[in-house]
């Protein structure tokens, strides 16, 4: 089992930055492959960017050198840093830890993004 806690999101102008982070409880953190997603209101949930155990990482088109993901084994947390934010990037964001056929989500941060 583990719990996800995300964290950082806010409110932020067009432009900016924000670093989002997503703490995982449990062991084994450095085996689970960990996520991003977000769901704007009235949308399905999208994937934004993963990393695999071993570093290997993956992003949408959409975000696509704007946001890059990174993981810390030794703090149990993956980050999220967004950079040159526009307004469509207005979102819960989601952190998902999987590993075989198990998957675990967070609660979500709001990150808005408006002037």
């Known amino acids: 089992q583990v719990q996800l806690v995300e964290s950082g999101g806010g409110l932020v102008q067009p432009g900016g930055s924000l670093r989002l982070s997503c703490e995982a409880s449990g062991s084994d953190f450095s085996t689970y492959a960990m996520g991003w997603y977000r769901q704007a209101p009235g949308k399905q949930r999208e994937f934004v960017a993963d990393i695999s155990s071993v570093g290997s990482t993956y992003y949408a088109d959409s975000v696509k050198g704007r946001f890059t993901i990174s993981r810390d084994n030794a703090k149990n947390t993956v980050y999220l840093q967004m950079n040159s934010l526009k307004p469509e990037d207005t979102a819960v964001y989601y952190c998902?830890?999987?590993?075989?056929?198990?998957?675990?989500w967070g609660q979500g941060t709001q990150v808005t993004v408006s002037s």
């Open positions: 998902k830890a999987v590993r075989k056929s198990y998957a675990f």
